[in-house]
């Protein structure tokens, strides 16, 4: 039988913190990645916009024919609704592995959320937390720079650009007392670093995209869709705009070589 790959998609970098996880948890597995470089970011446009681009890019992944569909992105699994109804195959964002984690790790019951400005404003990991525990406090932060920082290579924990921007966002969480924060857009664990500088080594960080490849495992073994030809997946990787940079970082990011493993591709054409 066919081996199918896993269709993991974020609007630029971000989602690579998904597959640097999948790898760890499914090395069998074979991942397509789309990162729709030519239209990051997706955290300040509308919910009309960012659905529109969330269905084009899973469609780009199912005509690769994937077994299941990852949305790797804080924005899109917040704000575009549920796939699934058009998809045909498992669909999972990032917002209810996140959520299942955080509320298992505080103690105190204060849980702190950051993420763009659309998943901000959706609420949606906060009314997720509250659903089924009414007596937690969720405190929420926009950090719309995040974003731009990460996707220029404003990474490094010592740049002071980049740790005056993480305080100025990070402070009023720390005010609040939260034990647990989550990183509820997947290109903030590139920051980790500095996050944890700043919010201090008794607060948890939960990184969505690790919890999101936790899940997806569950999935595929529920679903009996497991890779099972014993041998070590890989990974092809496309992208709306020029490959160079994203060649360039997403090396640094997933700590290997991804040897000129990037096409460039008209995401226009998946728009049916
Ligand atoms: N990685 C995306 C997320 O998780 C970034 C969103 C953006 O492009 O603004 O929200």
């Known amino acids: 039988m066919e081996k199918k790959a896993i269709g993991v998609f974020d609007s630029g970098l971000g989602g690579l913190t998904a597959v640097k996880q999948l790898f760890k948890v499914l090395p069998e597995e074979d991942i397509i990645y789309f990162g729709d470089t030519g239209r990051v970011p997706y955290g300040t446009r509308s919910k009309t916009t960012i659905k529109k681009y969330a269905v084009q890019d899973a469609k780009f992944l199912l005509h690769h024919n994937v077994k299941i569909v990852i ?95 993480v305080e100025r966002y990070l402070n009023p969480l720390i005010k609040e007392g939260v034990d647990t924060l989550i990183m509820g857009c997947t290109h903030y664990p590139i920051l980790r670093e500095t996050l944890q500088d700043v919010m201090g080594n008794n607060v948890t960080l939960i990184d969505s995209g690790m919890e999101t490849a936790y899940y997806a495992k569950k999935v595929l073994k529920r679903e009996g869709l497991l890779a099972q030809d014993g041998k070590k997946g890989n990974c092809r990787f496309y992208v709306s705009d020029t490959p160079d940079n994203f060649e360039k970082v997403a090396e640094v990011f997933l700590g290997q070589n991804i040897d000129r493993a990037v096409h460039q591709i008209n995401i226009e054409d998946y728009a049916k």
Do not use: M, W
């Open 71 to 165: 949305a790797a992105c804080g924005t899109v699994s917040s704000v575009a609704g549920d796939l699934n109804d058009i998809l045909g195959v498992p669909y999972t964002g990032v917002v209810n592995p996140t959520v299942y984690t955080a509320v298992k790790v505080t103690k105190n019951k204060k849980i702190g959320v950051i993420g763009t400005s659309a998943t901000i404003a959706s609420h949606s990991y906060k009314k997720r937390i509250l659903e089924e525990h009414s007596d937690f406090q969720v405190f929420e932060q926009a950090c719309p720079l995040f974003v731009p920082l990460v996707e220029n290579g404003y990474v490094d924990k010592d740049d002071p650009i980049v740790h005056l921007t």
